[in-house]
């Protein structure tokens, strides 16, 4: 079984930064790509960034230059740098990885984690 965790989220003030973070876990074997979508109420989830195996990230236009994703693969980790945050950032931001497992190595699934609350209010 894979598990994905999310960490960080809570209320920040426009302008602040916050730091999420995801931990992935279980029987994993490789993960390709790792990503973090948002989604808002009675909005359609949507891709805020992404990050391959070997470190290429991609951005939605939204939070280029504010946001920053990494990941340590040894820690089977990924994390979202927000900076300037403004209210609209306001979501619960998901994890969502792309890995497969030792019992099924090259068989790759899509795994989502439960999703954590970032508010951005003063």
């Known amino acids: 079984q894979v598990q994905v965790v999310e960490s960080g989220g809570g209320l920040v003030q426009p302008g602040g930064s916050l730091r999420i973070s995801c931990a992935a876990s279980?029987?994993?074997?490789?993960?390709?790509?790792m990503e973090w979508y948002r989604q808002g109420p009675g909005k359609q989830r949507e891709l805020v960034a992404a990050?391959?195996?070997?470190?290429?990230?991609n951005y939605a236009d939204s939070v280029k230059g504010r946001f920053t994703i990494s990941r340590d693969n040894s820690k089977k980790m990924v994390y979202l740098q927000m900076d300037s945050l403004k209210a609209d950032d306001t979501d619960v931001y998901y994890c969502?990885?792309?890995?497969?497992?030792?019992?099924?190595?090259?068989?790759?699934?899509?795994?989502w984690g439960q999703g954590t609350q970032v508010t951005v209010s003063s």
């Open positions: 969502h990885i792309v890995a497969d497992t030792v019992q099924s190595r090259g068989l790759y699934r899509r795994y």
């Open positions: 279980g029987s994993i074997f490789s993960i390709n790509d």
């Open positions: 990050i391959t195996r070997d470190g290429s990230t």
